[in-house]
Nanobody, 122 residues
Framework: QVQVVESGGGTVQAGGSLRLSCAAS????????MGWHRQTPGKQRELVAE???????RYEVSVQDRFAVSRDDAKNTLTLQMNSLKPEDTAIYYC????????????????WGRGTQVTISS
């Protein structure tokens, strides 16, 4: 069983920065994807940024020039550096780890954290 815990949320002014961390315990075997998603009330959860175990990254368009996702497989951690924050970045941010079968087949299994609140004041 994989457990996921986020930290680093808070309230900052627009233009500021925050660094989110995600710590995972348990067996996280490749292939896998570690990523950040966010959700605001009344809206679907959306992908913010993710990185595969091969180091391939993907970003939501509105954050790709401001956010940077990175992972440390030795420590089973995922980080999201968020710069130039905007009020529209306000959301609960969730860490998700998707682990696939060893041959890469199938949809994989998702493990989610409980989320951390990020609030950007204007």
């Amino acid at each position: 069983q994989v457990q996921v815990v986020e930290s680093g949320g808070g309230t900052v002014q627009a233009g500021g920065s925050l660094r989110l961390s995600c710590a995972a315990s348990g067996s996280i075997s490749p292939p896998n994807i570690m990523g950040w998603h966010r959700q605001t009330p009344g809206k679907q959860r959306e992908l913010v940024a993710e990185v595969t175990n091969a180091g391939i990254t993907r970003y939501e368009v509105s954050v790709q020039d401001r956010f940077a996702v990175s992972r440390d497989d030795a420590k089973n951690t995922l980080t999201l550096q968020m710069n130039s924050l905007k009020p529209e970045d306000t959301a609960i941010y969730y860490c998700r780890i998707r682990i696939f079968a060893s041959d890469g087949s199938g949809p994989g299994r998702d493990y989610w954290g409980r989320g951390t609140q990020v609030t950007i004041s204007s």
